[in-house]
Structures are given as C-alpha cells and as structure tokens.
C-alpha cells in the first residue's frame, strides 16, 4: 500500500520560502505522479502543482506560477513543493497525493500546515 509521509510546514513572513517534502513508499515511485493541494479554512481544496509520473511535465494554478516549483527526487523517492515569494493567501493545510500513472489521486499525506504571517 502506498503511503505518503509530509513535512515542511511552519510560519514564515511574506515574502519568504519554504520547501515541503513528501517521502513515498509502497510502491514504484516512478510510475506515480505527485500532486500537490490545499485548502484554506473556508475554502474548497484546490490543485496548486503537480508532476506527471512518465516525462515528469508540471502543472501550476495561476495563483503559484513562477513562484513555486514541484519536483520529484527518484534517489530518494521524495515529492517536494519549493515555494517562493509567499504570501497571505498561501496560508493552508497543504496534501501531497500519488496517482497510479493516469489514475486519479488515490493516496493521501497526513498534510502539513503553512502559515503566512507577518
């Protein structure tokens, strides 16, 4: 079974960086893509970046672009989200989640909280 195992939250000013981390296990890191979502209090949890399993394309919402990057490191079967140039806005519970190739988003982290805050 596969499983996902978070980290990497915490507060940070506005303007400032974190990078989340997604440790993957049980299973062909390589034959899943990676995903990463959040949602803040009030608000439908929402696709923020993710990374195909086979070229390893990406796809950003508009609210990130350019300002994060999703990734996948196959020596250690980790996802991690770097995100840059924070802001309020950014403040949620962030998921990474694993696909079995095409599928959809079947396996979920535990989530980690961000906070945005001066």
């Known amino acids: 079974q596969v499983r996902l195992v978070e980290s990497g939250g915490g507060l940070v000013q506005p303007g400032g960086s974190l990078r989340l981390s997604c440790i993957f296990s049980?299973?062909?890191?390589?034959?899943?893509?990676i995903g990463w979502f959040r949602q803040a209090p009030g608000k439908e949890r929402e696709l923020v970046a993710s990374i195909s399993w086979s070229i390893g394309s990406t796809i950003y919402a508009d609210s990130v672009k350019g300002r994060f990057t999703v990734s996948k490191d196959y020596t250690k079967n980790t996802g991690h989200l770097q995100m840059n140039s924070l802001e309020v806005e950014d403040t949620a519970i962030y998921y990474c989640?694993?696909?079995?190739?095409?599928?959809?988003?079947?396996?979920w982290g535990q989530g980690t909280q961000v906070t945005v805050s001066s």
């Open positions: 989640a694993a696909r079995f190739q095409g599928s959809a988003y079947r396996f």
């Open positions: 049980g299973g062909t890191f390589s034959n899943y893509g």
